[in-house]
């Protein structure tokens, strides 16, 4: 079946501008993360949404970082005027249930300039 | 929070040797630790995972052992080829979707 999808793929963005960045998770699957991967590391818990619930933003690195989910399946991670330090790889993750295995998107590769 | 560390951050092995890597991790509820391989440009997928009910477990030229009493878990890959080359990372979770990364390996596998 169809994995986990993000769009764009590559985004640059000259600094100030908002970008919005979309994942389409695996159908059926409950929860929802996104996190930062910056270059050479880890990736980095940013938020986590249950169906539309987003239940955990601690991660979020400002408030210029937004996410939804509003119909508990496609997500939306917004950043608003952004900045230099916002470059990485932006990844989503979905999985089945609380817990479980969860499996990543390809990932929206963020350059601000 | 929990907190992983993971060592070594690169590792270069000749083809057919093991490679070993190791992970720590802070918080004693934590029951579930997967790997991921991630590729150059690519998403991280898993290769191996192990809950806390188990000591170890082997796929193939896979395997991860736990040490729930020291908290660090290793994995480590037999026979080791080129294309096995990758970053790899761990990681930690209490099942509570609080899932948290290691910083990664390089493992590069010379032929």
């Known amino acids: 079946g169809a994995g986990v999808s993000q769009s764009p793929r590559y985004k640059v963005a000259k600094r100030g501008q908002d970008v919005a960045l979309r994942c389409d998770p695996i159908?059926?699957?409950?929860?929802l993360f996104w996190y930062q991967q910056a270059l050479g590391q880890g990736p980095e818990f940013l938020t986590y949404?249950?169906?539309?619930?987003?239940?955990?933003k601690s991660g979020l690195p400002s408030d210029r970082f937004f996410a939804e989910r509003p119909e508990g399946s496609v997500s939306t991670l917004k950043i608003q005027r952004t900045q230099q330090e916002d470059s990485a790889v932006y990844l989503c993750a979905s999985s089945l249930a609380g817990g479980e295995t969860q499996y990543f998107g390809p990932g929206t590769r963020l350059l601000v300039l | 929070g929990e907190n992983v560390e993971q060592h070594p951050s690169t590792l270069s092995v000749q083809e057919g040797d093991s490679a070993v890597i190791k992970c720590t991790y802070s918080d004693s509820a934590s029951n579930y630790f997967p790997w991921y391989k991630q590729e150059l440009g690519k998403r991280p997928q898993l290769i191996i995972d192990i809950r806390s009910n188990v000591g170890e477990k082997k796929d193939q030229r896979i395997a991860v052992t736990l040490n729930k009493t020291a908290k660090h878990f290793s994995l480590h890959i037999t026979e080791t080829q080129p294309e096995d080359s990758a970053v790899y990372f761990c990681a930690a979770s209490t099942g509570n979707n609080d899932m948290r990364f290691g910083a990664g390996t390089r493992l590069t596998v010379k032929p």
């Open positions: 159908s059926g699957h409950v929860s």
């Open positions: 949404f249950q169906n539309e619930a987003q239940l955990d």
